[in-house]
């Protein structure tokens, strides 16, 4: 516990959302089930199984005295998320949570619900996937963009603030894809964005229809059922890749299975889709530091041939 109240007590005043501790690195004995962010103005902290009142009431002391250095006489806005068995999702311990909450990273905007379940519209472990997307789109302006598993659009919202020429967003969930859309449209790039809520495994021809493109994005989930399990869904989904890609086009492949590591995803590709050329593994933010770095997140570049 000491080392989350050490990372609280040095925290910066950083307006861009960011990891403040990441105690599910296993870099920090005792504090295995905790992490803190920091999504501008409300302080998150996760924690992994049942906490004492008595740790509540530290990490509370903690985020009250360092807030009152860095913002002194703004309020404390604190949520705790629980993510373990007959638990409230997240309630609100301090303050209150903007509507909407709006958060900013490298100049694009994003709606965040940290009340609404475990995820929350953002995912922090993703930033150097959307700075790498951002500055890939910027050196060759006008590139047609598939974005699988869309979400909340945040790739896609990226890659049109670089000058993506369109972008189709694919999503089973419309709720998902509703969240994308006010998205785009608060960073005014919607004109260029189109949405499709879809089973991609139902039917590939709507897509293949629409390609093939200069970049395909595919974040999918680890384990969804009915939607995507990473141990068999990525050999599908890869054996598709390279009809979807113009010659010369990219993919960016992101796999956040921690059982499963890099290797996994490459052996797939190799076997599936074997005309795509390994180009590199993106660095994860140090702030997601791991014991284990392949139980973190995999985000792996690929180049279909010119």
């Known amino acids: 516990m000491q080392a989350l109240l050490d990372a609280i007590a040095h925290a910066p005043l950083q307006p861009a959302p960011h990891r403040v501790f990441h105690g599910r690195g296993g870099l920090h004995t005792g ?25 509540l009431a530290a990490i509370g002391a903690a985020l009250r005295a360092r807030w009152q250095e860095l913002a002194p006489g703004r309020p404390l806005n604190w949520v705790l998320q629980q993510r373990h068995e007959a638990a409230p999702p997240a309630r609100v311990l301090a303050g209150s949570v903007p509507e909407p909450h709006i958060v900013a990273e490298e100049g694009a905007l994003f709606e965040l619900h940290l009340l609404r379940g475990q995820n929350h519209g953002f995912f922090l472990d993703m930033a150097r996937g959307r700075h790498w997307l951002r500055q890939h789109v910027a050196a ?29 967003n694919v999503d ?14 608060l960073n005014g790039v919607a004109a ?9 495994f139902s039917s590939w021809a709507k897509l ?17 059922k009915g939607s995507f399990v990473a141990r068999k869904d990525w050999a599908r989904l890869a054996r598709r890749l390279p009809a979807l890609l113009q010659p010369g086009g990219h993919a960016l492949l992101a796999l956040n299975a921690p059982e499963l590591d890099s290797a996994f995803l490459r052996d797939t590709v190799s076997a599936e889709a074997p005309s795509l050329q390994f ?8 702030a997601f530091a791991d014991v284990a770095p392949e139980r973190a997140l995999k985000v792996l570049i690929y180049r279909a041939p010119a």
């Open 172 to 185: 089973m969930s419309a709720g998902a894809l509703a969240t994308a859309k006010r998205n785009h449209a």
């Open 279 to 286: 180009v590199e593994r993106l660095p994860n933010p140090p």
């Open 208 to 224: 293949t229809r629409n390609g093939p493109y200069d970049l395909v994005i595919a974040d999918p989930p680890s384990f969804q």
């Open 31 to 55: 504090c295995q089930d905790w992490a803190a962010d920091f999504f501008d103005p409300v302080w998150l902290t996760t924690v992994f199984r049942p906490p004492t009142d008595e740790e």
């Open 140 to 168: 060759q302006p006008g590139l047609s963009v598939l974005n699988l598993f869309a979400y909340s659009g945040a790739f896609s919202v990226v890659a049109l603030q670089a000058g993506a020429g369109a972008v189709l």
């Open 192 to 200: 260029r964005a189109r949405f499709m809520a879809h089973d991609i």
